[in-house]
C-alpha cells in the first residue's frame, strides 16, 4: 500500500539520507518544533512501514589499493527478474543490485574486485545464472544528495547531475543542471575563471539551454537551468560543482 508521509517524516529522511550517522534525534525535533520522543518513534514507524530500510556505509573502494568497482548492466527476463537480482548478490564480490523498468538492460549489478581477474569471475557467475551482460564499465565515482523537497526550504541545493564519464587518466565529462541561485550563475565563463570558480583544468564544452544547444564562449553568460557539460583534465572531486548548486 502507499504510504502519506506529513513534513516532519519528510524532513526525518532528508536528514538522513544525507548523513545518518551524524543525525541526532534532537536536531530535527528543534527544528520541526516537536519532542526527539516524537522523532524517534517516527523512525520507528518509518521503518516498520519498510520506508527506510537501512543505513548503508557511503564506502570508497577505490581508495583502498587494488579495488575496483564495476558495474554490469544486464537483462534479465522480466518473469525471472527478481529471482537473478537475488541470485546475483550470492555471488562473492557483488554489492548491489538494481531492477530497472525497461526491455533490456533491466538489472544493474555493481560489484567490487580485487583485480581484472576477479571481474572477470563475477561476470562468469552473472553469465552462468542466467544473465545477459549488455555492458560493463568501471564506476569512477559516485555522488548522493538527499531528496530536497523534503528537506528545509533553505536546504543548500547542488547542481543536478544527468550524466558522468570517465576518460582516460583521470579526465573525465561530466553533464549537470545549474541551479536556482547558483554562485556562477550569472556570470560569464570569463568571469568566472577570472574569479576561480572554475579551475584552469576545467572547460565549459557545451550549454545546452531552452531546448537549443549553445557554442560555450568566453562571453557566454551561464544561467540558472542550463545544462552545461564540464570538461576536467584531473577527474572531478564531490566538491568540485559546488558553485553550481546554491550557497
Do not use: W
Not at 23 to 32: K, L, S, V
Request: aromatic share 6%; net charge negative; charged share 25%.
Amino acid at each position: 500500500m502507499d504510504h502519506r508521509l506529513d513534513e516532519i517524516d519528510k524532513r526525518i529522511l532528508y536528514h538522513l539520507a544525507a548523513d545518518a550517522r551524524n543525525t541526532a534525534a534532537p536536531e530535527i525535533a528543534e527544528e520541526m518544533e516537536v519532542t526527539p520522543a516524537t522523532i524517534r518513534n517516527r523512525i520507528s514507524q518509518l521503518e516498520a512501514d519498510g520506508i527506510l530500510r537501512g543505513y548503508l556505509a557511503d564506502i570508497d573502494y577505490k581508495a583502498i589499493d587494488g579495488y575496483v568497482a564495476y558495474e554490469f548492466r544486464c537483462t534479465a527476463s522480466i518473469p525471472d527478474r527478481d529471482h537473478l537480482a537475488q541470485a546475483a548478490l550470492d555471488i562473492s564480490g557483488v554489492i548491489a543490485a538494481r531492477e530497472l523498468m525497461a526491455g533490456s538492460a533491466n538489472l544493474t549489478i555493481t560489484a567490487i574486485g580485487t583485480d581484472t581477474d576477479d571481474i572477470g569471475r563475477i561476470a562468469a557467475a552473472l553469465s552462468d545464472i542466467g544473465l545477459t551482460i549488455e555492458d560493463e564499465s568501471v564506476i569512477e565515482e559516485q555522488y548522493h544528495r538527499p531528496y530536497d523537497p523534503f528537506g528545509p526550504e533553505d536546504a543548500p541545493k547542488g547542481p543536478s547531475l544527468t550524466d558522468f564519464m570517465g576518460l582516460a587518466g583521470e579526465a573525465a565529462v561530466v553533464e549537470f543542471t545549474v541551479s536556482q541561485g547558483a554562485e556562477i550563475a550569472g556570470r560569464t565563463i570569463e568571469d568566472a575563471v577570472a574569479d576561480g570558480l572554475l579551475a584552469d583544468e576545467m572547460l565549459v564544452v557545451g550549454i545546452e539551454r531552452e531546448g537549443d544547444v549553445l557554442t560555450p564562449k568566453g562571453e557566454t553568460v551561464i544561467q540558472a537551468g542550463d545544462v552545461v557539460s564540464l570538461f576536467s583534465q584531473t577527474g572531478l572531486e564531490n566538491d568540485a560543482l559546488t558553485v553550481f548548486g546554491t550557497p
